[in-house]
């Protein structure tokens, strides 16, 4: 599907818009929810339910695994636990 910039892809803006049209049709505040949180809740959802740091940072697209460990405001300790017994 081609949008209307001729480009098949989403701008961040245009998925921004979208966003907040779905959080309207929802009935929720659009000021309380966005793109970002709502990345952020579904990384944290994955993560309380899987434990996979691991897998939580390839789908964030991050480098490090302490990125992750921050992005998710997991403890360190269990954060770096975990990761010992993740194999990359």
Request: hydrophobic share 40%; glycine share 6%; charged share 25%.
């Amino acid at each position: 599907m081609v949008w209307w910039s001729g480009s098949p892809h989403l701008s961040a803006r245009q998925y921004a818009r979208i966003v907040k049209r779905w959080i309207e049709f929802m009935g929720a505040d659009p000021q309380e929810y966005g793109t970002h949180s709502l990345r952020r809740t579904k990384a944290t959802l994955i993560y309380r339910q899987t434990k996979n740091l691991r897998t939580v940072q390839l789908l964030l697209g991050h480098r490090k695994i302490e990125s992750t460990v921050r992005y998710l405001g997991v403890e360190v300790d269990d954060a770096l636990d975990i990761a010992e017994h993740i194999e990359c």
